[in-house]
């Protein structure tokens, strides 16, 4: 399991750093409750139907509670649960339905003390100003800035100054930006670099929190960027750290 791995990761980590207290935060995925769906399962003796409001409410929090037991069966030393993220990348709120089933799974989330984290894709339905009101603590929106994917252009794509427009929009609403990693192999590193670029100039590497969303697991790191025969590639590995850290300046990221 990767919850196991990253327990033993970290705790590799901890000896290594000598820091003995520190813990990874884990954040669990809720799904949606599709309407569609008439014969889920069997919960306290009936057969749950998401056509029904009662049964979508009862779904979602034994999505919940069914995970939370997991992860505490499991003992873990190194990592601890920090709360919940909403898998679905879009919020209508014309679905009163579906927001109502999301407000509540939020509001039982935090009554945990726990947390819960929306990433919605670029323009995605009218969550712009009604994450909150949907009862996340926080919220990221992922730029979707890739003029390649797979190595093919994409006319489709946004074009680089979304990666403005986005800065200024999260910006406004109290958001954060998703840092979306592709394959380094086919897509190229100029489109990451310029998602940097822009956190320096807009400010979004200083924000409370930043969402790295990485194709192909943090393995792609190492695998395509440290490991990199490129030289160009590989800058991007020491750029990327200092990121992270807040330290990266603008002349501090070189171009090909």
């Not at 003995?20 to 399962?41: G, H």
């Not at 999301?102 to 969550?127: C, H, K, M, R, W």
């Not at 840092?179 to 409370?208: H, N, V």
Request: charged residues 25%.
């Amino acid at each position: 399991l990767n919850l196991d791995a990253l327990d033993a990761a970290t705790a590799e980590v901890k000896q290594a750093l000598d820091k003995p207290l520190y813990k990874v935060n884990v954040f669990l995925p809720y799904f949606k409750m599709i309407q569609t769906v008439r014969s889920f399962a069997q919960l306290d003796g009936r057969d749950l139907d998401f056509s029904k409001e009662e049964d979508r409410l009862a779904g979602v929090k034994w999505q919940i509670d069914e995970q939370i037991r997991r992860f505490n069966e499991k003992g873990y030393q190194n990592i601890q649960l920090a709360g919940f993220f909403y898998v679905t990348e879009a919020l209508m709120i014309q679905e009163e339905d579906i927001m109502s089933t999301v407000q509540y799974a939020n509001q039982y989330v935090a009554e945990l003390g726990l947390e819960t984290l929306f990433n919605p894709f670029n323009n995605a339905g009218t969550y712009r100003d009604k994450w909150q009101e949907a009862g996340f603590s926080m919220a990221t929106m992922q730029i979707n800035y890739f003029p390649l994917v797979n190595g093919e252009p994409q006319l489709n794509a946004q074009p680089k100054t979304a990666i403005k427009e986005a800065a200024e929009l999260t910006d406004r609403l109290g958001m954060g930006i998703t840092m979306e990693w592709s394959c380094l192999e086919t897509d190229g590193a100029d489109y990451f670099k310029e998602y940097m670029l822009g956190g320096i100039r807009y400010g979004y590497m200083d924000r409370p929190f930043l969402n790295y969303q990485l194709n192909g697991g943090p393995n792609s790191i190492r695998n395509e960027c440290l490991r990199s025969s490129s030289p160009y590639v590989r800058t991007l590995y020491d750029e990327l750290y200092h990121y992270i850290k807040g330290t990266l300046k603008e002349s501090d990221i070189s171009w090909q």
